[in-house]
Nanobody, 120 residues
Framework: QVQVVESGGGLVRDGGTLTLSCSAS????????MGWYRQAPGKQRELVAE???????NYADSVKGRFTISRLNAANTVYLQMNSLKPEDTGVYYC??????????????WGQGTQVTVSS
C-alpha cells in the first residue's frame, strides 16, 4: 500500500513565503510523477505544479515565476516553494503521486491536504 503525506501549510501575510513538502511511502516500485493541486472554497481542484520522472515540470500560469517545485527522486519527496504569496493562493493544497507499486499495479494517490491561508 502507498501513502502520501503533506506538511508545511499555514497562515502567512500577502507577499510572504511558505514551503510545502510531500513524501510518498510504502510498497513503491517506481514513481511516474508527483504534483501539487489546490482547492479554494467553492472552486474545483486545480493543478498548481507537477514534475515527472524525467524531470519535466509544468506550472499553472497563475503561479509561474512565484512557485518552484522540486523533487528528491531517491526519497520520493517533492517540495513546493511558494514566494510572493497572494490572497488568491489561499486554499487546501493536495499532493498527488502516480506510479507503480511493488506488484506493478498503477497507483494514483492523494494526500490528506494542508491548508494555506494568505491574509491581505
Amino acid at each position: 500500500q502507498v501513502q502520501v503525506v503533506e506538511s508545511g501549510g499555514g497562515l502567512v501575510r500577502d507577499g510572504g513565503t511558505l514551503t510545502l513538502s510531500c513524501s510518498a511511502s510504502g510498497s513503491i516500485f517506481a514513481i511516474i510523477g508527483m504534483g501539487w493541486y489546490r482547492q479554494a472554497p467553492g472552486k474545483q481542484r486545480e493543478l498548481v505544479a507537477e514534475v515527472n520522472r524525467g524531470g519535466g515540470i509544468n506550472y499553472a500560469d497563475s503561479v509561474k515565476g512565484r512557485f518552484t517545485i522540486s523533487r528528491l527522486n531517491a526519497a520520493n519527496t517533492v517540495y513546493l516553494q511558494m514566494n510572493s504569496l497572494k490572497p488568491e493562493d489561499t486554499g487546501v493544497y493536495y499532493c498527488n503521486a502516480k506510479g507503480y507499486d511493488s506488484s506493478r499495479r498503477v497507483f494514483d494517490i492523494w494526500g490528506q491536504g494542508t491548508q494555506v491561508t494568505v491574509s491581505s
